[in-house]
């Protein structure tokens, strides 16, 4: 093995050797943890503000432990945390933001490889988006799912209930005392949400990426089997950096293609389709909308969970979790796909089962033989729009209706139940102004709620079209991600409320039905909207963020940097 990068800092006599060691000695390392054994970060996503990792405090115990046993020294470090539930204006906008943080955090202190302690949705992907710009031997710890939500007698899930609950309030068929009451009943134990949503998916996507252990994405927080994977993924990091097994000859393009291919299969939120080109961007991966689509398509949705189906994540836990979905879909996968473990994918299936084929279900059972995330374009989006075909209304997939317009959020909100408003459940609801620079920073507002007057009607969903996100616990016939955004100009700011659209998933189109001619002349009379704030990081971020189908990155973060730093500190 080659000299321990930890060794530039705290090998030799000199001056900059002493006062790296010395002042690592004032909490009461001795001599020999210097010695030129491994050095792990432990990179930390815990904050009382992100509930879905406020239980890390103890997980990364385990973590240390385990790296103590393989003869590493563990040394913990704070980055910035994404907490979805209470950041403002979104969690999106500082996904790019605490990205640079773990980057600058991995490259600059004298750590061999880093663990990535992720749970809340962005977490993961600002986590991995960092460490792939450094190129250092990483390996993700999940923090775990909560327990099923109950309410008076069934399961409740994160979010999917919430939107359903806060429709039937307004629908007037639930109280608002039974409202607040399901508040409790839903999120009972640390974790994060335990439906397929976004948090989820992402733990899904790294073991399917190969870059955790197996079984990292179902194990409830509150489960032993999690302490004793952390354990052992601070056991494995030091072999890694031992073997040299960087993150650069695991994230291949056979692993993002299987990525993709497994969300497909598990119904995965339509985030993990801007994170994982994020991703790839790091590691100078080629992958792009289209891969998605071409990807996807075939790949049925054999993950019978909520938002696309019924259960939640302990139960597909206790099923198989995601080593059984792979060996379900094995024939669609590079099973040759190289791991953390150092061994090939198709090593890593050879043990795993499905005990419980209602909650992953066969192939011929799937909940839809084409799952995936269809890729929509034309006239409306010429770069791209995605909706998630599992979670949509079947009799919708192909609809023309009349757009009512919503200009931005603050316009929707205002308006939205207001009696006189022009809408039925024919109707496209169009919501501008969303993406990446509009927001700023592409909020889950996608999943637009319904007018009061149509669900006291009954109505459910309508096709909601739009250049925001939605949450990967909601559901319904929502086009997300429209690109170019209506905030610099994108077909999407020239849509008018009467104007006919069509969608039709099938064959992948979106179709705005007005002539060449009149949207020339609207272009000519368009305002670009003057961004919320012009200087600090959101001035930083409306200047440099790539559009949907580019990941959202910030331009200028795009590729790996490597971790070479040739310069001491003093």
């Given at each position: 093995m080659t000299k321990l990068r930890s060794q530039h800092w705290f090998g030799g006599l000199g001056k900059d050797a002493f006062i790296h060691r010395s002042w690592m000695k004032n909490n009461g390392l001795p001599d020999d943890a210097f010695d030129g054994r491994p050095v792990i970060g432990i990179c930390n996503t815990f904050s009382e503000f992100t509930?879905?990792?406020?239980?890390?405090?103890?997980?990364?115990?385990?973590?240390?432990?385990?790296?103590?046993?393989?003869?590493?020294?563990?040394?913990?470090?704070?980055?910035?945390?994404?907490?979805?539930?209470?950041?403002?204006?979104?969690?999106?906008?500082?996904?790019?933001?605490?990205?640079?943080?773990?980057?600058?955090a991995i490259r600059g202190n004298p750590m061999d490889?880093?663990?990535?302690?992720?749970?809340?949705?962005?977490?993961?992907?600002?986590?991995?988006?960092?460490?792939?710009?450094?190129?250092?031997?990483?390996?993700?710890?999940?923090?775990?799912?909560?327990?099923?939500?109950?309410?008076?007698?069934?399961?409740?899930g994160s979010g999917t209930d919430v939107w359903k609950f806060s429709e039937d309030v307004r629908a007037g068929i639930m109280s608002e005392r039974e409202f607040a009451q399901a508040e409790s009943a839903m999120?009972?134990?640390?974790?994060?949400?335990?439906?397929?949503?976004?948090?989820?998916?992402?733990?899904?996507?790294?073991?399917?990426?190969?870059?955790?252990?197996?079984?990292?994405?179902?194990?409830?927080?509150?489960?032993?089997?999690?302490?004793?994977?952390?354990?052992?993924?601070?056991?494995?990091?030091?072999?890694?950096?031992?073997?040299?097994?960087?993150?650069?000859?695991?994230?291949?393009?056979k692993a993002f293609e299987n990525a993709i291919r497994v969300n497909g299969a598990i119904g995965g939120s339509t985030n993990a389709v801007v994170h994982l080109l994020a991703i790839?961007?790091?590691?100078?991966?080629?992958?792009?909308?289209?891969?998605?689509?071409?990807?996807?398509?075939?790949?049925?949705?054999?993950?019978?969970?909520?938002?696309?189906?019924?259960?939640?994540?302990?139960?597909?836990?206790?099923?198989?979790?995601?080593?059984?979905?792979?060996?379900?879909?094995?024939?669609?996968?590079?099973?040759?796909?190289?791991?953390?473990?150092?061994?090939?994918?198709?090593?890593?299936?050879?043990?795993?089962?499905?005990?419980?084929?209602?909650?992953i279900r066969p192939k011929h059972q799937a909940l839809t033989q084409h799952g995936g995330i269809a890729v929509l374009r034309g006239n409306l989006a010429p770069d791209g729009a995605i909706i998630k075909p599992s979670a949509a209304s079947?009799?919708?997939?192909?609809?023309?209706?009349?757009?009512?317009?919503?200009?931005?959020?603050?316009?929707?909100?205002?308006?939205i139940d207001d009696p006189t408003l022009d809408i039925d459940e024919s109707c496209i609801m169009v919501l501008k102004n969303c993406g990446p620079k509009g927001y700023p920073g592409m909020a889950e507002v996608g999943n637009m709620a319904l007018p009061?007057?149509?669900?006291?009607?009954?109505?459910?969903?309508?096709?909601?079209?739009?250049?925001?996100?939605?949450?990967?616990?909601?559901?319904?016939?929502?086009?997300?991600?429209?690109?170019?955004?209506?905030?610099?100009?994108g077909p999407l700011a020239l849509v008018q409320s009467g104007d006919v659209i069509e969608l039709d998933v099938e064959a992948r189109r979106l179709h705005l039905d007005v002539s060449d001619e009149e949207l020339q002349r609207r272009r000519a009379e368009w305002e670009a909207p003057i961004p919320a704030m012009s200087s600090g990081y959101q001035g930083l971020y409306v200047e440099h963020v790539l559009q949907a189908d580019r990941g959202a990155d910030l331009d200028f973060l795009v590729g790996c940097r490597g971790h070479a730093v040739p310069r001491e500190s003093h």
């Open positions: 509930p879905c990792n406020a239980h890390f405090r103890g997980l990364v115990e385990h973590i240390k432990a385990g790296v103590l046993e393989a003869g590493g020294l563990p040394l913990e470090f704070p980055v910035f945390s994404c907490g979805e539930s209470n950041l403002r204006p979104t969690a999106m906008l500082f996904r790019n933001l605490a990205s640079m943080d773990v980057e600058e490889g880093v663990v990535l302690m992720a749970g809340c949705d962005k977490t993961t992907p600002s986590l991995i988006m960092g460490a792939a710009s450094c190129d250092l031997p990483s390996i993700v710890v999940s923090g775990g799912p909560m327990l099923n939500g109950r309410f008076r007698g069934r399961e409740i999120s009972r134990s640390p974790g994060h949400c335990m439906t397929m949503g976004t948090a989820s998916t992402m733990a899904s996507i790294v073991e399917a990426l190969g870059i955790a252990l197996p079984g990292n994405a179902a194990y409830p927080a509150v489960d032993a089997h999690r302490a004793r994977l952390a354990r052992m993924s601070g056991r494995r990091i030091v072999e890694m950096v031992e073997e040299d097994l960087q993150l650069s000859q695991v994230l291949t393009k790839a961007g790091r590691v100078g991966v080629d992958v792009t909308l289209d891969d998605w689509d071409r990807l996807g398509r075939d790949v049925p949705t054999i993950v019978d969970l909520m938002p696309s189906g019924r259960f939640l994540m302990e139960d597909f836990c206790y099923a198989g979790g995601v080593p059984a979905v792979m060996k379900e879909i094995a024939d669609l996968l590079h099973v040759d796909a190289l791991t953390i473990t150092g061994r090939t994918l198709r090593d890593e299936l050879t043990e795993a089962k499905n005990y419980n084929p209602q909650v079947p009799e919708l997939m192909r609809h023309r209706g009349r757009a009512v317009v919503f200009e931005d959020i603050d316009h929707y909100k205002a308006t009061r007057k149509l669900l006291q009607k009954g109505v459910r969903d309508m096709v909601r079209i739009s250049d925001a996100r939605m949450s990967g616990t909601a559901f319904g016939t929502v086009v997300l991600h429209t690109t170019p955004e209506a905030a610099i100009g």
